[in-house]
């Protein structure tokens, strides 16, 4: 069998124990749900033919959304639409594989994009990618495997993504060309994710009239660079009628856009929001904008301001098919830190919340991390006293993203385990009123159906992996202390003298920037109620504490331990907890099958190893600037 099969959250690739039901017989509408529903049941193992299942289209329950209804006697599935159909076929798979006999089942996704940005380059290696090579792309030029290919859209479609992009938005010449040489190879990849109700976005070069156009400016009031996107757009729907859009990463981390020409956020946004906008397209724009060029010594500029203050003046400026496409947190997928100021704050122009599925400031799927618990936490986040970001969803956030984790490793994401951050991305997307809880018990049903034991230690181990990570690493949200780089174990300082606009400033007597209005002012960007919870070191979360205050290593934690001792005592602890980890893996040794077992094991080691490696580096730094001992008398290196 294929490996990458024998494990997955999607119920129809798991035979598995007998299930109450005898068996299915599939009728009504014909087509993709059908076969998937036949395909999804023979899978399941269910072939006798006892119970009907009507398969119906029924516009009035709106799109993507589906209704279940029925047991043993009869099911029905009715979907909206053909992607509702869809979802409910995949729906009803699910919950009959989990289990459950009994119907009455309405669902419809919150969000109406639930999208996927994957960083594959042309040369098949993914960007911040930690499952080995691309799915889509190989040696230079588009490749895959389709049946692999085939798999990865059930896997996608079967958790209700509906839109993914291909190709970095970091474009480089060569990808740049997807929409001019290479369209008939990005029209065959958009024809194996049509059928599962996923549509292509692509991401583009701002410089493409210059680079393939033969124009000598990309400058967006420029008519005939306006005139080149047309026809490009033009050309490329005729090829894909249903793509999604364009995404554009722009005027970010040395990539020209229309600030770089003397033009605003707006001008360039909406370039290309015309281009597409006669055939129903949109333009997801990136606000990924700072200066990565800032002068240490600088202590006036403060990056996570960056986002807010280029856009937010903006508002009203933008196209209707414009998008902004805003990263959940200020800085840039840390473990910890505040929502993005920007996210709600626009009146008129829709937004996208932007989240990373893939590991990358998060252990990089070799250390466990829940996402989900990360996710609950941005979706509770406070808007203002009675608005939460999650309210906010399928209104003006009315597209959740997030960059893939997955690549050809045979287990799709390196860390097996780490399939539980595309799994909870999905579902949270669709539905984030779910809690983490409840995704990863899902997902661990789902996945481990076949070995019951194990479910519940599972479930636990992930739960809880996010605040372990949270634990040795960089304390109470002051972020970054990583490799340069490559962004994986400790470097304390490794940013702090750099051009990138990421200063934890720590000197012997305390460490953080001051963001209050006092300070840079971040806090400012916040709505009323934000801001006067983050200025006050008394009601500012105490998780986040060193994001928006610098105090002193003896400043009293609620919990009257001292700044300095609370860190010694997480970065002891850290180790301590994935020693635990390891404890309960080696527990399940009988309950797992070998693959899962060898291959997790091994990730934990090398979990376990950078744990220590952080612990013993950001101990012996903050020993050696305070000279302060660990007050229990543990061993740090002097
Ligand atoms: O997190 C940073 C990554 C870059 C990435 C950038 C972005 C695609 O380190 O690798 O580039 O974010 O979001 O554009």
Excluded at 454 to 483: C, D, H
């Amino acid at each position: 069998m294929n490996k990458n099969r024998e494990f997955g959250y999607q119920a129809w690739l798991q035979p598995g124990p007998k299930l109450d039901f005898p068996g299915f017989q599939p009728a009504g509408e014909k087509g993709f749900a059908y076969d998937e529903l036949v395909r999804g049941l023979h899978r399941i193992g269910c072939r006798d033919i006892d119970t009907m299942i009507n398969l119906a289209l029924c516009e009035d329950i709106g799109p993507q959304a589906y209704k279940i209804t029925g047991s043993i006697d009869g099911i029905t599935i009715r979907g909206g639409d053909e992607r509702g159909l869809l979802y409910g076929v995949y729906g009803f798979l699910s919950r009959l594989r989990r289990g459950q006999t009994s119907f009455d089942i309405f669902d419809k996704p919150a969000a109406s994009r639930r999208i996927l940005n994957h960083w594959d380059n042309i040369t098949g290696r993914i960007e911040r990618g930690y499952s080995g090579k691309s799915l889509f792309f190989k040696d230079g030029q588009i490749g895959y495997d389709l049946e692999r290919l085939k798999d990865y859209a059930r896997l996608l479609a079967s958790i209700g993504i509906n839109e993914i992009s291909f190709n970095n938005v970091n474009v480089c010449s060569e990808s740049a060309k997807l929409i001019t040489d290479y369209l008939p190879d990005t029209k065959r990849i958009a024809e194996i994710f049509r059928p599962f109700g996923i549509k292509i976005i692509v991401a583009i070069h701002f410089e493409s009239p210059v680079l393939m156009g033969g124009l000598s400016t990309a400058d967006p009031l420029d008519p005939d660079v306006a005139e080149w996107w047309a026809k490009t757009a033009a050309n490329v729907y005729k090829e894909i009628p249903d793509l999604a859009g364009f995404v554009v990463k722009a005027d970010s981390e040395f990539r020209a856009g229309p600030m770089s020409l003397g033009r605003t956020q707006a001008d360039g946004a909406n370039l290309i929001a015309r281009a597409v906008k006669p055939h129903g397209g949109m333009c997801y724009w990136r606000c990924f904008v700072y200066n990565c060029m800032q002068d240490w010594r600088d202590t006036e500029t403060d990056r996570p301001k960056a986002a807010y203050d280029y856009f937010y003046p903006l508002d009203g400026h933008f196209d209707d098919n414009v998008m902004l496409q805003i990263k959940h947190g200020p800085s840039d997928f840390q473990v910890r830190e505040p929502n993005s100021p920007l996210l709600g704050a626009m009146e008129k122009t829709p937004q996208m919340l932007e989240l990373q599925v893939t590991q990358e400031y998060t252990g990089q799927q070799k250390d466990l991390y829940a996402l989900a618990v990360q996710w609950e936490e941005i979706f509770d986040h406070p808007i203002t006293d009675i608005i939460a970001t999650r309210d906010l969803i399928g209104d003006k956030i009315d597209a959740v993203v997030a960059v893939a984790n997955a690549g050809d490793d045979s287990n799709w994401t390196g860390h097996l385990l780490a399939q539980a951050n595309t799994y909870a991305f999905g579902r949270m997307a669709w539905d984030p009123s779910l809690t983490a809880l409840q995704v990863i018990e899902e997902w661990a049903e789902l996945t481990f159906a076949n070995y019951p034991k194990a479910i519940r230690p599972i479930i636990e181990m992930v739960l809880e992996s996010r605040g372990v990570y949270e634990k040795y690493n960089a304390p109470l949200g002051i972020g970054w202390m990583v490799n340069i780089s490559h962004h994986y174990g400790p470097s304390v300082d490794g940013y702090e003298y750099m051009k990138w606009g990421t200063y934890h400033r720590a000197d012997t007597k305390a460490i953080g920037v001051d963001r209050t209005t006092a300070g840079t002012g971040y806090t400012a960007q916040y709505h009323p109620y934000v801001q006067a919870m983050y200025e006050n070191k008394e009601t500012c979360p105490e998780e986040i504490l060193l994001y928006f205050h610098r105090l002193p290593y003896d400043y009293k934690l609620r919990s009257g331990q001292t700044l300095l001792q609370y860190i010694y005592d997480t970065h002891f602890e850290g180790v301590e907890d994935v020693e635990g980890f390891i404890a309960t893996w080696e527990s399940l040794k009988e309950d797992l099958p070998e693959e899962a077992y060898t291959s997790v094991k091994e990730r934990l080691q090398m979990q376990l190893a950078n744990a220590k490696e952080w612990r013993d580096v950001v101990n012996s730094y903050f020993y050696r600037k305070t000279g302060i001992a660990d007050a229990k008398g543990r061993k740090i290196y002097e």
